[in-house]
C-alpha cells in the first residue's frame, strides 16, 4: 500500500509533465482540427466537422509533400546506410588505432541542421560560393543548385552529407562488437576479405542496418530545418515536406483548422507506421 | 600492411573534408574582410581579418548576439535539465518496480520518431492563452519534451546496471526511497547524467522549429536569430558577415561535443539500440 503511494510520487512528475506540455495540446488539436478557426476567432472555434479533414485531402500540395517527404526519406536513408557502412567497415582499422578520428567525421551531427541549411546557401551562392567558383574553374560549368531542376538533388545530398556520421557511428559500434575470432577463424580458412564481409560480417550487422534505415528514414521523413533555411518551400514548393507544409498552412496563410488536421492525418499515419515497424522487428527478434 | 593504412589516412581525409566542407568553408570565409568576400569565392584568405568577428561581437541595431546565445544558454539550460529531473524518479521505480513499464516507457521513447510539427500548432495556441509565447521558460519546456524520450532510455539504462545489492544494503540500514535515491542512487548515476545533460543540451541548441514558431523578439534562440540575419539583410547577404555569425552560433555546442565525443558517441548509440 506504501510502496504503491510511493510509486505514484515517482511517477507523478514526469506524468503531470507531458500531460501539461503534450497532453493538453493534443486535446487542443482535437477540438481545432474539427473547427474552423482563423487567427482572429482563435478563442470561439466553430465546429464544422471533418471539413477541415476533407479540404486537407482534396489539396494537391499536402500530397505533393507527403510524397516529397516519403521519396527524400527513403532516398537519403538509403545513402546514409551505404555510405556509413563502407566507411565504417573500411575505417574500422584505423579508428581502432586512433579513436580521434571519430570526432573529425562526427563533427556535422553536432552543427545544428538549420546552420547546415545556411552554410549551404554560402557554399552553393553563384558568387560567393566556393563550390560553384571551383567547378567553373576546372571544369566551366556549374550547375544552378537550387535551380527547379536540381533543387531536390541539392537538399538530398545536404541531408545524407549531414547524417552519413550518424549511420557510420552505429555501424562502426556494431563492427566493433563482432568477436575477433570470428575473423580470426575465417581468416585461418582463407577467407578473403571482401567475401568475409557479406558471409560473415554483414549478416551479424543486418540488426543494426534496420534500426540505422529506420531512423533515418523517419528523420528524413520529418525534416524541416535544413530545408527550410537552405530554400523554403522551395520553387513551385517543390521542396514542400509534409512539416513544412504544415508550418506555412499554419503560420503563411492562417488556415489553422486545415493545419491542424494535416498534423493530425500525419501523427495517426505516423502512429501506425511506428506500431508496425515495432511489431515486424519484435516477430524478427523472434 | 603499412601501404593500406596509407589508403585508408586517405579515405578518412576525403571524407573528412567532404562531410564537413560547409563547415570549412563557412570558418574560412568568416575571415575574409568585405571587399575580399565578393573577389574570391576560393577555399585561400588573401588578407584574414578579425573585423568580421569584431562587428558579430558588437552590440547594434541589426544584431545582439549576446541576447541571441543568453536565451539559447537558458532555454537549452531548462530542456537539458528538466527531463533528467522528471525523469529520474520514474526511472528507478521502473526499474526496480515495473512502475510504467507497459504504457508509459514505449509512450515516452516512441515520442522521438514524431514529427515535432504536430505538436508546435496546439503548443502555440496554448502557450499564447499561458502567456508563454515567446518566453524563454516556454521554450526551455518544449525542449525538455524534446529531449525526454532519451532522457528516460539512459537513466533506465543506468539504473539498471546498478548492482541491487548496494541498495539492499541501504534498505537494511533503513534509509527510506527518498534517501536512498538521493544518497544512494543519484551518485551512482553521475556517468549517465553527465551524458544526458551534454546530449540534451546540444539538441536543445541545435532546434530550430520552435523557436521559429514560438518565439518572435524577446526570447528569438541563436539558430532562429542567425537565420534572421540571412533574411532581414536585404537584397544582398553579406557573407562575411552572416559566416561570422554562423561560426558563433555553432561553437558553443561544437566545443561540448568535441570536449564530450566519447559520451555522445555512446549515447546516440544506446538510444539508437535500445529504441
Redesign the interface.
Known amino acids: 500500500m506504501t510502496n504503491r503511494r510511493e510509486n505514484a510520487i515517482l511517477a507523478a512528475p514526469l506524468v503531470l509533465f507531458l500531460l501539461a506540455i503534450l497532453g493538453f495540446p493534443t486535446v487542443l488539436a482535437l477540438v481545432y482540427g474539427v473547427s474552423d478557426t482563423s487567427f482572429q476567432t482563435l478563442t470561439s472555434p466553430e465546429f464544422s466537422g471533418l471539413a477541415n479533414f476533407r479540404q486537407v485531402l482534396a489539396d494537391p500540395t499536402f500530397w505533393q509533400a507527403a510524397w516529397f517527404s516519403l521519396r527524400f526519406g527513403a532516398i537519403t536513408a538509403v545513402l546514409q546506410c551505404a555510405l556509413g557502412l563502407a566507411l565504417a567497415v573500411y575505417l574500422a582499422p584505423l579508428v581502432r588505432l586512433h579513436g580521434w578520428t571519430v570526432a573529425i567525421l562526427i563533427i556535422p551531427m553536432i552543427v545544428a541542421p538549420a546552420m547546415m541549411g545556411l552554410m549551404y546557401r554560402l557554399v552553393l551562392h553563384e558568387f560567393a560560393g566556393p563550390l560553384p567558383h571551383y567547378l567553373y574553374q576546372w571544369l566551366g560549368w556549374s550547375p544552378a543548385f537550387l535551380s527547379p531542376a536540381h533543387v531536390f538533388k541539392t537538399v538530398v545530398v545536404a541531408e545524407t552529407l549531414q547524417w552519413t556520421p550518424f549511420a557510420f557511428l552505429l555501424f562502426l559500434t556494431a563492427y566493433q562488437s563482432i568477436p575477433e575470432d570470428l575473423r580470426e577463424a575465417a581468416a585461418v580458412d582463407g577467407t578473403r576479405p571482401w567475401r568475409r564481409f557479406w558471409t560473415i560480417e554483414l549478416p551479424l550487422m543486418l540488426p543494426t542496418v534496420w534500426v540505422a534505415l529506420f531512423i533515418r528514414f523517419i528523420d528524413g521523413f520529418r525534416v524541416f530545418d535544413n530545408i527550410y533555411t537552405l530554400v523554403g518551400a522551395g520553387p513551385g514548393g517543390s521542396t514542400t515536406s509534409m512539416s513544412i507544409y504544415i508550418y506555412e498552412t499554419f503560420l503563411r496563410r492562417g488556415e489553422i483548422g486545415k493545419a491542424m488536421a494535416a498534423a493530425i492525418l500525419l501523427f495517426v499515419t505516423a502512429f501506425l507506421a511506428l506500431a508496425l515497424a515495432q511489431r515486424l522487428t519484435r516477430k524478427a527478434a523472434r | 600492411m603499412k601501404p593500406r ?1 596509407t589508403l ?2 586517405i ?2 581525409a576525403f ?2 573534408f ?6 570549412i ?2 570558418l ?2 568568416a575571415f575574409k574582410g568585405a571587399g575580399e ?2 573577389r574570391n ?3 585561400w584568405v588573401q588578407a584574414p581579418t578579425l573585423e568580421n568577428f569584431a562587428t558579430v561581437l558588437t552590440v547594434s541595431d541589426r544584431l545582439n548576439v549576446y541576447h541571441y546565445l543568453w536565451n539559447s544558454t537558458v532555454a537549452a539550460l531548462i530542456g537539458a535539465v ?1 527531463p533528467m ?3 529520474f ?2 526511472a ?2 521502473m526499474v526496480r ?1 515495473g ?2 513499464r507497459g504504457v ?1 516507457f514505449p509512450l ?1 521513447v ?2 522521438r ?14 502557450f ?1 492563452v499561458a502567456g508563454l509565447l515567446d518566453t524563454r521558460l516556454g521554450l526551455g ?2 525542449l ?2 524534446v529531449n ?1 524520450p532519451l532522457a ?1 532510455l539512459l537513466l533506465v539504462n543506468a539504473v539498471a546496471e546498478i548492482p541491487a545489492e548496494i541498495e539492499e544494503a541501504a534498505h537494511m540500514d533503513g534509509a527510506r ?1 527518498g534517501r536512498l535515491l538521493l544518497r544512494v542512487v543519484l551518485p551512482l548515476c553521475r556517468p549517465a547524467l553527465i551524458t544526458t545533460f551534454v546530449f540534451g543540451f ?1 539538441t536543445a ?5 520552435f523557436g ?2 514560438l518565439t518572435t523578439r524577446e526570447a528569438v534562440p541563436m ?2 536569430g ?2 534572421f540575419f ?1 533574411a532581414t539583410s536585404g537584397g544582398g ?1 553579406q ?1 562575411g558577415l ?2 561570422a555569425v ?1 561560426v558563433v ?2 561553437l558553443p ?2 566545443v561540448l ?2 570536449v564530450m ?2 559520451r ?2 555512446g549515447s ?2 544506446a538510444g ?2 535500445k ?1
Open positions: 593504412m585508408r589516412w579515405v578518412f571524407a573528412a567532404i562531410l564537413n566542407f560547409p563547415v568553408a563557412t574560412i570565409t568576400v565578393s569565392p576560393s577555399l528538466l529531473l522528471v525523469a524518479p520514474l528507478w521505480a518496480r512502475v510504467g508509459l515516452v516512441n515520442l520518431a514524431l514529427p515535432l510539427i504536430i505538436f508546435a500548432i496546439p503548443l502555440y495556441m496554448m499564447s519546456l518544449i525538455a519534451i525526454l528516460l526511497t546540444i541548441w541545435n532546434e530550430f522549429l521559429l514558431m539558430t532562429v542567425a537565420s540571412f547577404v557573407w552572416a559566416a554562423m552560433a555553432a555546442p561544437l561535443g568535441l565525443y566519447r555522445i558517441t546516440m548509440v539508437a539500440v529504441g
